[in-house]
C-alpha cells in the first residue's frame, strides 16, 4: 500500500515538475511542436516528408506563401502579374536577406526553379513544375516565368522555398545545414528526436513573435498526445489517434481548430483490367464501401465521409450536388445480377460463365487504419457474393505494383490537394503522368485542359465540377474521405492560426 | 514402470506437454469451440469486454476473441511446426553431412551458416518476405531460413562427438558402409539433440511469427493469426489494453507449453546436455530464440 | 594466440565478401525500388525512369555489384539515398543509441541472471529455487515486445511515471552533464531508458539464471568442490571461488550471443519504444528500400557479431587456462 502511494506521489511530482518545465520553456518563447516523423532532408527542392514541409516553410522564404484559406500572398516577390496564359511577371523585394547575411537575388530563384527542374536533381515535386518552359530575371528585381501551355494552378506551387545559389553551388549540404531567408534559422538537428529552430531577427518581415520552435518527434501518436497533455509540449496536430482527438477536445485547458485538411483516402480502380473495365463494375464494388461505418468506426469520425472528387477545403471549387455512389449493397448485387454475375451454384459466391467474381483489395502495411479499411470492405464483399482477397505489402512493393497497374482495387491516399488539378489532372486524364488505373474518357480530358486554361476561379470551378460530375458516374476513382485535420495548443499561443496543411507561419508573425 | 515414474517426476514435461496437448486440441477441433465464425463482425459491438456472450471479449471489428484465437492457433502453430520440421530436415541433414565428411564440404557449408547467422533474424525474415510476398507459406519459408542453422551447427557437434566413439570407429573399421553408420548409428544418437532443439524452436517460431505480423510482414488478413490481433490490440492499448494482454497471453502459454515439454525431453533425452551446452546454440539458450531473434 | 587472432581477423574479409553479396542478391529480388520511394505520389514513369538513371538503378547488375565493391575496398559504405549523408554517419549517428541500450540490458541480465541462477543452485529445492525457476520459464516465454508493451501501459499509461516513448539526451553527455552538476538530464535518459532495457534485459536474465542454475549444480557436485567444502571451506568462499568461476564458461558465450544480436538492434522493442537505434533504422531503410544503407547495416550487423564472438572465445582462454585456441 505504501509503495502504490509513493509511485503515485512520484507521478504527482513528475506531472508538477513537466507542468513548470514547459510554462519554463514557453516563458522563454520556445514552443515545441510534436511531430511523427524526423525530417529526412531540410533541402526544400528534395524535401519529401510532412515533418520537412513543415520545416522548410518555416527557414526558407519562397515567390509566395499560401496563407490558410490557401490563397497565395507576397512573400518574397511583393506583387505579380498574368498579361497573358502563358507568361507571369514576378515583381521581388530587395531587402531579404539570407541566414548568412548575403542578399536573395533573382538569381537565387531563377538557381532554385531551375535546378528544381534538372532531372539530375531527383527532386520529388518536379512533375508540379514541368510545364514551366524558361525562367529568367528580368533587371535586378523582376523574375518572368514563360509556360509551355496555359497552367493555371501554377501559382499555388511558388511557395518552393529559394535556396542560396553560391552556397548550392559550392557544394554546401543543404540537406543537412539549410540556408534560407525565412523567419526562422536551423539552430540545431538532433537526428532522429529533435529539430530546433531560432528566430531570424534579420527576417523582413520583422522579428518574429516566438524566440524558437522546436519540431520534437514522437512516432507514436498517442504518445504525442499524452506529451502534449503533460505539458511536454505547447503544440500538437495531425496524424493524432482517433481516441486523443475525442479525449483532448473535451479538455478546456487547451485550444483546438478542427476542420478538414487537403488530403483525401481513395479507391483506386484498375479500369485496364477486364472485369474492371465496366463502369458499372466500378459503381457497384463502390457501392458495397460502408463509407459511414469506415469513416464513424475505424477513423472514428476524425475524418469526413467525401461525396466526390471535389474537395470541401477548397471553398471555391467544391458542390455538394455533385456526388459520387452511395453505399447500397442490394443496389450493388441487383446491378450485378443485371450484367450477369449470379451465384448459379448456391456456393454463396457470384458466377458468370463458369467463372467466380474474385477481386483482390489491397493496399499498403504502414498505415494501420487502411488495413482496417481494407478489411472491413473485404468483409462486406465475401458478405454480398464476391470473393474478396486482401493483398497488404509495404508502400514500396505496393506502390510499385500500382504504378505499374498491376493492381485491381486500392486503397490509398493523396495529400497537399492545394487545387483540384492536383487530384485530377495527373491521373484522370488520359494523358496524365500518374493515370495508373489508365482511364480515358475524351469528355473529361477537355474538362480538365479547361480547367487549366481558364483564367477565373468561376471558370476553372465549373470546369472541375462538370469533370467530378462524370467522375462520379464512371467511377475510376471513389474517394472515401476527406482526411480531417486536427491541430491542439496551449491557448498561450496567441496570435496562431491554424493551417489546413500544417504550416506554423503565423507563429513567425512579429510581436 | 520406471519410464512412468520418470514421468511423473518430471514435472517440466507433464504440464508442458498438457498445455501443448489442450493447445493442439483447440487447434484442431476449433471450428466446434465456438458459435461464431473467425470472420463475423458486428460493428457496433467493438473492443467488447468479456461477458456471458463473447467470454473473452471481442476485437476492434466486433469478432469474437475466443474464436479468433482459437483458428489462430491453429494458423499459428501450423506456420511453427511446419518451419520448424523443415528447418530440422534440412539442418540435421547439412550437419550430418558437415560433421561426418568433414574437411572442405564443412569448411564451406559452415561458413554459409555463419553467413546467415549475421543477419539479424527478424531482418532476414522481414526481407524474404518482402521477397516472397505475404501470406502464410512464405511466412513459413522465411522462418525456416532463419531457423536451419541452429540445427546444422547441434548436428554437427553431436556427429562430430559421435564420430569418435569406439563403437563408430569399431563399424568402420568392420567394413560398415558411411552411409549405414550414418543412418543405424549416428542419426539415432543425436536425435535427442533434434527432439529438444525443434520443441524449443516451435515456442521461438511462435513469436517469430507474430512479430513478422507486427511489423507488417505476415500473413494476410482477415486471418485470425495471434500476430496481428497483439499488433491490433497495440493500436488500442491505451483506451482497451485487453486486447493486447489476452493475445500476448495466449502465446505466452503456448510457448511456456513448448519450452518446458522441451525442457522435460531434455531431462528423458538428452542427460548428457548435448543441447544444453552444444556452442551455446539452443535456442532458449542463446539470444536468438529471444532477446535477438524475435524482439 | 596472435596468429590465431590474425587468421580469424582475416577470415572476416571473405566473410565479408559472402554476405555484401547475398544482401545485394536479395535487395535486387525484392519488389519495389528507391524511385519509387523517393518520389512518392509524383512518380510519373518519365521521372521515374530519370530517378533510375540517376541512382544507377539500369546499370547491369555485375556492373553495379563491381561498383559497390570498389567502394567497399575503400571503406566507402556509400550514401544514404534518403538521407543525403553517408551511410557510416547515419549509421554512427544510431549506432550510440542501439549501444546504450545493448549495454544496460547485457549489465541487467548478468547481474539479474547470475544472482538468481547462483542462488537456485545454492538452495536446490527450496522455495527461492522454485520461485527462481517459474521466473526464468515464464521470462524465456514471454515475448519480448509483449513484455515492453505491458510495462509501457503499466509504467507509461497507468501510472505515468515513466516516459512511454524517444530517447533523453545520449548517456555519454548525460552522464558529463551529471558530473558538471546537471543531474536532470542524467535523470531524463535514464528514465527513457528504463523500459527497453528492462524488457530486453529480463528476457536475457530468465536465460541466463537457467544456464547458470545447471552449470553450478554440476560444478556443486564435482569433485574439488566436495573436497574445498570437506575441508572446511565456508560455503561462500566455495561458492564464489570455485564453483561460479567455473560455471561461468557457458555464461559468457551466451551473454555474448546475447551481446551481438542486441547490437543488431531490438527491432521490435525499439519500434515499441520509439528508440532511435539501427534495428528501426534497418527497418526503415529496408521498407524505403534505401539499398546503400541496407547494405551498409548489414554488413556491420554481421561485422559486429563475428567480432562478438571472437571476443568471445578470447575470453573463454582469459577465464580459463585449459582452453587453447587453434
Avoid at chain 1, 113 to 125: C, G, I, Q, S, V
Avoid at chain 2, 10 to 18: A, D, I, K, S, T
Avoid at chain 2, 124 to 150: R, S
Wanted: proline residues 5%.
Amino acid at each position: 500500500m505504501r509503495r502504490i502511494a509513493l509511485t503515485v506521489a512520484a507521478g504527482a511530482f513528475l506531472a508538477v515538475a513537466a507542468t513548470t518545465a514547459a510554462s519554463a520553456q514557453l516563458a522563454q518563447g520556445i514552443v515545441r511542436v510534436g511531430t511523427d516523423v524526423d525530417a529526412q532532408t531540410l533541402d526544400p527542392r528534395l524535401m519529401r516528408d510532412t515533418t520537412a514541409y513543415r520545416v522548410v516553410n518555416l527557414l526558407f522564404s519562397g515567390l509566395i506563401q499560401l496563407d490558410e484559406t490557401l490563397t497565395p500572398k507576397p512573400d518574397l516577390a511583393t506583387s505579380w502579374e498574368n498579361p497573358d496564359p502563358r507568361t507571369w511577371v514576378f515583381t521581388i523585394r530587395t531587402d531579404a536577406k539570407f541566414h548568412d547575411g548575403s542578399p536573395v537575388t533573382a538569381e537565387d530563384i531563377v538557381y532554385t526553379y531551375e535546378t528544381t527542374l534538372d532531372p539530375k536533381l531527383n527532386a520529388r515535386f518536379r512533375s508540379l513544375y514541368t510545364p514551366i518552359d524558361k525562367i529568367e530575371a528580368v533587371g535586378a528585381n523582376q523574375i518572368r516565368m514563360t509556360l509551355k501551355e496555359p497552367y493555371a494552378p501554377l501559382l499555388s506551387y511558388l511557395d518552393l522555398g529559394i535556396v542560396p545559389k553560391k552556397l548550392a553551388e559550392g557544394g554546401a549540404d543543404l540537406s543537412n545545414a539549410p540556408v534560407g531567408s525565412g523567419p526562422f534559422r536551423l539552430a540545431r538537428w538532433q537526428k532522429g528526436s529533435r529539430i530546433s529552430l531560432a528566430a531570424n531577427p534579420d527576417h523582413f518581415g520583422g522579428r518574429p513573435g516566438v524566440n524558437g520552435i522546436d519540431f520534437v518527434v514522437v512516432p507514436d501518436n498517442t504518445a504525442r498526445a499524452q506529451a502534449f497533455e503533460a505539458g511536454d509540449l505547447e503544440l500538437i496536430q495531425s496524424p493524432l489517434s482517433p481516441r486523443d482527438i475525442k479525449r483532448l477536445e473535451g479538455n478546456s485547458r487547451f485550444a483546438k481548430s478542427i476542420s478538414t485538411g487537403i488530403a483525401v483516402t481513395y479507391v483506386n480502380f484498375n479500369t485496364a483490367n477486364p472485369l474492371l473495365a465496366d463502369p458499372r463494375m466500378r459503381r457497384a464494388l463502390a457501392m458495397m464501401v460502408d463509407q459511414a461505418t469506415i469513416v464513424g468506426q475505424i477513423y472514428e469520425g476524425t475524418d469526413k465521409p467525401a461525396t466526390s472528387l471535389l474537395l470541401s477545403a477548397s471553398v471555391w471549387s467544391y458542390s455538394a450536388d455533385v456526388k459520387q455512389p452511395a453505399f447500397d449493397p442490394k443496389a450493388a448485387v441487383a446491378l450485378l445480377n443485371e450484367m450477369g454475375w449470379r451465384d448459379t451454384n448456391r456456393d454463396g459466391v457470384l458466377d458468370k460463365d463458369g467463372r467466380k467474381l474474385s477481386i483482390v483489395l489491397s493496399t499498403h502495411a504502414e498505415d494501420p487504419n487502411r488495413i482496417q479499411t481494407v478489411e472491413y470492405m473485404q468483409n462486406v464483399m465475401k458478405q454480398n457474393g464476391i470473393d474478396a482477397t486482401i493483398r497488404v505489402t509495404d508502400w514500396p512493393a505496393f506502390s510499385g505494383g500500382v504504378q505499374q497497374g498491376q493492381h485491381e482495387v486500392a486503397l490509398l491516399g493523396w495529400t497537399l490537394l492545394v487545387d483540384p488539378d492536383r487530384l485530377m489532372y495527373a491521373q484522370l486524364h488520359s494523358k496524365g503522368g500518374l493515370n495508373w488505373g489508365k482511364y480515358a474518357n475524351a469528355e473529361v480530358d477537355r474538362l480538365l485542359d479547361a480547367g487549366r486554361a481558364a483564367q477565373t476561379l468561376p471558370a476553372r470551378a465549373a470546369a472541375y465540377r462538370d469533370a467530378a460530375r462524370i467522375l462520379g458516374q464512371e467511377v475510376p476513382y471513389y474517394v472515401l474521405s476527406e482526411q480531417g485535420y486536427q491541430v491542439f495548443h496551449v491557448p498561450a499561443l496567441q496570435g496562431f492560426r491554424a493551417d489546413p496543411r500544417g504550416m506554423l507561419r503565423s507563429l513567425a508573425a512579429a510581436k | 514402470m520406471t519410464a512412468l515414474r520418470r514421468l511423473g517426476s518430471n514435472l517440466p514435461l507433464l504440464v508442458g506437454g498438457l498445455i501443448v496437448v489442450a493447445i493442439l486440441f483447440i487447434a484442431i477441433f476449433h471450428p466446434w469451440l465456438s458459435p461464431y465464425g473467425p470472420e463475423q463482425m458486428d460493428m457496433r459491438n467493438r473492443l467488447a469486454l468479456p461477458s456471458a456472450a463473447h467470454w473473452l471479449g471481442t476485437d476492434n471489428f466486433g469478432r469474437d476473441l475466443w474464436t479468433r484465437l482459437a483458428h489462430g492457433a491453429a494458423i499459428s502453430l501450423s506456420i511453427a511446426l511446419g518451419s520448424v520440421a523443415v528447418a530440422a530436415a534440412i539442418g540435421t541433414l547439412i550437419g550430418l553431412v558437415c560433421g561426418y565428411h568433414g574437411g572442405w564440404l564443412d569448411l564451406i557449408l559452415m561458413r554459409i551458416v555463419d553467413l546467415f547467422l549475421g543477419f539479424p533474424a527478424l531482418i532476414l525474415a522481414m526481407a524474404l518476405v518482402a521477397v516472397l510476398g505475404p501470406g502464410a507459406v512464405n511466412v513459413a519459408i522465411a522462418l525456416v531460413a532463419v531457423f536451419w542453422t541452429e540445427f546444422a551447427r547441434v548436428v554437427r557437434a553431436a556427429v562430430m562427438a559421435e564420430r569418435q566413439r569406439d563403437y563408430v570407429r569399431s563399424a568402420l573399421a568392420l567394413g560398415a558402409s558411411d552411409a549405414r553408420v550414418i543412418l543405424v548409428h549416428i542419426l539415432p544418437n543425436t536425435l535427442g539433440p533434434i527432439v529438444v532443439l525443434a520443441t524449443l524452436a516451435i515456442g521461438t517460431a511462435i513469436v517469430a511469427e507474430s512479430g513478422l505480423s507486427f511489423l507488417g510482414f505476415g500473413v494476410q488478413p482477415p486471418a485470425p493469426t495471434w500476430g496481428w490481433t497483439l499488433a491490433y490490440g497495440m493500436r488500442f492499448l491505451r483506451s482497451d489494453p485487453w486486447l493486447c494482454t489476452v493475445a500476448g497471453l495466449a502465446i505466452m502459454i503456448t510457448v511456456l507449453g513448448f519450452n518446458l515439454l522441451g525442457d522435460g525431453l531434455r531431462d528423458l533425452l538428452d542427460p548428457r546436455g548435448m543441447t544444453r551446452r552444444g556452442e551455446g546454440a539452443t535456442p532458449a539458450a542463446g539470444p536468438d530464440s529471444s532477446s535477438g531473434r524475435a524482439s | 594466440m596472435l596468429s590465431y587472432l590474425v587468421r580469424r581477423l582475416l577470415l572476416l574479409i571473405p566473410f565479408s565478401l559472402g554476405v555484401a553479396f547475398v544482401v545485394f542478391a536479395l535487395l535486387h529480388v525484392i519488389p519495389g525500388d528507391p524511385a519509387i520511394v523517393l518520389l512518392g505520389e509524383e512518380a510519373t514513369a518519365e521521372a521515374l525512369a530519370q530517378v533510375r538513371t540517376n541512382l544507377g538503378l539500369d546499370q547491369p547488375l555485375p556492373v553495379r555489384f563491381g561498383l559497390y565493391l570498389l567502394d567497399l575496398v575503400r571503406l566507402d559504405l556509400g550514401r544514404s539515398i534518403f538521407r543525403n549523408e553517408a551511410v557510416s554517419t547515419v549509421i554512427a549517428e544510431r549506432f550510440a543509441a542501439t549501444a546504450e541500450v545493448a549495454l544496460l540490458a547485457t549489465l541487467l541480465s548478468v547481474v539479474v541472471g547470475v544472482t538468481l541462477g547462483v542462488v537456485a543452485a545454492v538452495r536446490r529445492g527450496s522455495i527461492v529455487d522454485v520461485g527462481c525457476m517459474l521466473f526464468a520459464q515464464l521470462g524465456v516465454s514471454m515475448p519480448v515486445f509483449w513484455l515492453g508493451i505491458l510495462l509501457m501501459y503499466l509504467f507509461a499509461v497507468r501510472l505515468a511515471v515513466l516516459p512511454s516513448i524517444g530517447r533523453g539526451e545520449p548517456l555519454v553527455d548525460a552522464l558529463l552533464a551529471a558530473a558538471m552538476g546537471n543531474p536532470g538530464v542524467l535523470r531524463t535518459s535514464l528514465a527513457h531508458l528504463a523500459m527497453p532495457v528492462v524488457a530486453l534485459g529480463l528476457n536475457g536474465a530468465a536465460i541466463l539464471s537457467r544456464l547458470v542454475r545447471s552449470s553450478m549444480l554440476e560444478t556443486l557436485s564435482a569433485d574439488y568442490v566436495r573436497t574445498a567444502r570437506a575441508k572446511g571451506l565456508p560455503i561462500r568462499r566455495v561458492v564464489m571461488g570455485h564453483a561460479l568461476r567455473n560455471a561461468l564458461l557457458p555464461v559468457i558465450s551466451v551473454v555474448g550471443l546475447q551481446f551481438g544480436a542486441l547490437l543488431g538492434g531490438a527491432v521490435l522493442t525499439e519500434g515499441i519504444f520509439g528508440w532511435p537505434g539501427l534495428g528501426q533504422l534497418a527497418v526503415g531503410a529496408i521498407s524505403q528500400r534505401d539499398i546503400p544503407l541496407v547494405q551498409g547495416l548489414v554488413l556491420v550487423f554481421a561485422l559486429m557479431f563475428a567480432l562478438v564472438n571472437l571476443a568471445v572465445d578470447v575470453l573463454y582462454v582469459v577465464v580459463d587456462p585449459r582452453v587453447r585456441l587453434r
